[in-house]
């Protein structure tokens, strides 16, 4: 995929009738519709200027902002929750499964993707709501972006949104390191469409855009000398003409206005100015979408049966804001003349000081004698305005009244806009909250309709341009690719085939695989997924929101819904389970109803999904007779006595069994211990045997020893007493 080059060749050859002819027939299409819509250009900037306090002296009541900013948070306050599933979910396929919780996640990453460059999901929503309000139509542009690398030394390229189109080079030598879709809200002067009594038969839309000189010349090249920068923001604001503003606030920077044309007819995108007889840019079908156009229906609130452009909503109590701000212009002028004035005699002297002095004060009186001749009530003379009270006070009557009509216009109830009175009953309360309510679940319904279509063709380039790394990181599923599938497939094959072979040798069977490996094998590949998802993605898988997930609730309501649901499943529950076991009611009928209530409760979609997966209960088996039931009872327990009787008789054998067992070991024992007993005895009478000898050893050497000790004891003496002698 490469960038839309809007880069002309130096060389350009002359333009070919074919060419001017398909050219002069688009001015022709883009003159008159602009002209079908310069009325609604000329409203809906009014209606704008309105809003946005631009003329705050002939609006002394903004009621267009204060119906707008009561409305707008009713219908978009949160990011939405979505829910993607299959189409025929009946089928339970894992690979449209897969698929379509792939494209859930996706959605829910970009819508809140947290990267400051690109814009919010909920900004461009909001956009579109207050735009739809005011000017009168929201309008949402979806882009796709993506970041191309050309190989090893090549500098990165950026594709900008629908300026995409396939590259004429190797797929292989191009890689995406980046992308994303998002929204990009258009003004409601920037954009137009052909002739259609409906939506669905509009042929081409149309955006417009202004491009300064160095714009011109970074997307169209050396063609940007031939454009001329013939739009600029006058003195008389920043139409021209009662056509398309140039930009708002550029200081008088000239512009070239460029318009962007998708035509569904043929399938492809022009980009031409009226003031040049040359297509500056074809391009064939750059996002291969379905319905071919990268926006949803545009939203607009007040729908119209004769035509498609829009009518402010403003419109429908223009002249009753007009009176209103009479009303308020007058109330102001005669709140201003609501003053203490008059005159006073200036014989009296000093009294002009008393009427500008600060409270308690007293001043002394100059001229005694006047004072107590007629006092100082003959000497002022007050302007009366005693009657303009009872005018500002119908004024005030009347202006009120006029708020009503406009509020009735609109359907904003009291409730909306916290203007309840205590007098009031809970039954009063209730039917303005109603009413209010369900003026505002049209509205809102539009704009939840809206949102879905976006997500849908969003959707449709998550699954035909998104690739498998961009997707495993936005969602961070663990599906495996291709080669990590065939290669678990692989190991398995493998592993049956050694276990048959070991089983016919009589071997040992080798140890089983693990459990991921036979969980990759079953899943679906990334390979897989995104191949399905390319096939169809518009008649393969659904995508709606929650209901109410995007509208903000009240704690209070939501505690208050909570509780009446779970006592509306009591009751149900109750009233149910006697008919079930009855026979009155079956339970298919009663999943269908139970399926009916969440619905009605708002319980969800995941709660209707459960329920709708959740087998039905086994209906209960019709009673039967009751002397067939005793007699099969009687059998049922005899049978039972008697295996009990038989279980017993072989329990008393296995324990006889058991005993004699004992008995034979224990005798053996007892054998074995006195053999033992009689070794040991016979062991110690020898070790006895060999102690005395060693004993009787020892005495007759102890013996010889003394009898020698002896007999050299007597030696000595013989020789001592012959040593004597001899003396």
Known sequence: ?????????????????????????????????????????????????????????????????ANTETISPYLYSASPTIFCRPRNTESGNPLALAASTVIQKALTFLIDPNTPAIPSFDDAILYDVLSALVPGRGVSWVRYDAVVSGGEGAEPEVTEGQEVEESEGSPEAEEVSYETTYLESVPFDRFLCGYAESWNKVPWIGRIYFMNRAELEEHFGDAAKEIPLDYTEGAGGNTIEGKAAAPKDSEGETFAKVYQIWDKTTRKVYMLTLSADRMLKTVDDPLELEGFFPIAEPLCFMRKLTTIVPTPLYE????????????????????????????????????????????????????????????IDRALWLVPIERIIPVLQQLYIQREQTKQIIYEIMGISDVLRGAVRASESATATNTKAESGSRRLQKMQGYTAQYVCRLLRIMSEIVASRFSIETLQQMTELQFPRAAQKQQAVAAIQQAQQQAQLAQAMGQQPPAPLPPELMQMAQMPSWEEITQFMQQDPARNFTIDLETDSTIATDKQAEQEQVTETLNSLAQFGNAVTPLLQTGLLQPESAKAIMLSLSKKLRLGREVDEALQAQPAPQPEQAKEDPAVAAKAAAAQQKAESDKQIADIKMQTEVMKAEALQQTLALKQQVEEMKAQHEIESQQRDAEKQQWQQKMEQISQMLAQQHTQAMNESQLEQQALGGSDAAV
Do not use: C
């Not at 022709?28 to 306090?53: G, M, N, P, Q, V």
């Not at 701000?325 to 014989?347: C, E, H, M, P, T």
């Open 316 to 375: 429908q109590y223009r002249a009753q804001a007009e009176e209103l701000n009479r009303i308020s212009v007058r109330i102001n002028k005669l709140v201003g003349a609501l003053k203490v004035r008059g005159f006073y005699d200036d014989q009296m002297q000093g009294i002009d000081h008393v009427l500008t002095a600060d409270d308690n004060t007293f001043i002394p009186a100059a001229n005694i004698a006047a004072l107590q001749t007629g006092g």
């Open 1 to 65: 995929m490469g960038k839309m080059d809007f880069s002309v060749d130096e060389g350009r050859t002359p333009v070919s009738e074919k060419e001017k002819k398909l050219v002069n027939s688009w001015k022709k299409k883009i003159t008159s519709a602009e002209k079908r819509h310069e009325d609604f250009w000329k409203l809906a900037k009014a209606a704008t200027e309105i809003y946005e306090a631009e003329k705050k002296t002939q609006h002394a009541f903004n009621v267009l902002y």
